[in-house]
């Protein structure tokens, strides 16, 4: 039988890969992704282990911005926006930008240069929260797609912010500082 186990928040947690879930004195945690979720409360834990990330398509944060980018250009393309071109033409940029800046800094091969570009996606969506408020306003969608768009950008900032703040925390240097530091590989815990 295949065991994993690690400590989170001074408890002791097995994980049996035959019964999809973690296991604390016989109770339950189930676990989505990356995250995990303890009976009805959501509780992060960290990890002793680490996951090797090899590609920036592999990071919950990149496929949750890649899945907002896709709602909103089906609002785009179903004639929501009324032909507003110049705001057609700033949330996609913006909405396009949080992922691409981090597929972009995770390239860069550094801690810190993903961590200055991790800080660009959060940035573009705060924006994309803004101009959701002005596409609300002037009705071009309604408030149900206003409030799903809104909670994906609420999201990924989390996301990014937990994230940029466990880089900052770590002695990961980056693919192009191989060999300088205590790790030597471009492994990073991805715990949003």
């Known amino acids: 039988m295949w065991f994993k186990s690690f400590k989170a928040l001074n408890s002791f947690y097995t994980f049996d890969g035959l019964k999809n879930g973690w296991e604390k004195n016989n109770s339950k945690v189930f676990f989505s992704s990356r995250f995990y979720w303890k009976l009805n409360e959501i509780q992060t834990i960290k990890h002793l282990g680490m996951a090797t990330i090899r590609r920036f398509e592999e990071l919950d944060a990149w496929k949750l911005s890649r899945d907002l980018c896709k709602h909103l250009g089906r609002l785009i393309d179903k004639g929501n926006f009324t032909n507003n071109y110049k705001i057609i033409g700033q949330m996609e940029g913006a909405s396009g930008s949080i992922m691409d800046n981090i597929a972009e800094g995770f390239e860069r091969g550094t801690r810190a240069e993903f961590i200055q570009f991790l800080g660009y996606s959060k940035g573009s969506c705060g924006e994309l929260r803004s101009q959701l408020y002005r596409v609300s306003d ?22 990014l912010q937990k994230f940029i703040s466990y880089l900052q925390k770590t002695k990961i240097l980056g693919e192009r500082k191989r060999g300088v530091g205590s790790n030597n590989s471009k492994t990073i815990v991805n715990k949003l």
């Open 138 to 159: 002037r009705g071009y969608i309604t408030k149900e797609e206003f409030d799903e768009l809104y909670s994906k950008c609420v999201r990924i900032s989390i996301m």
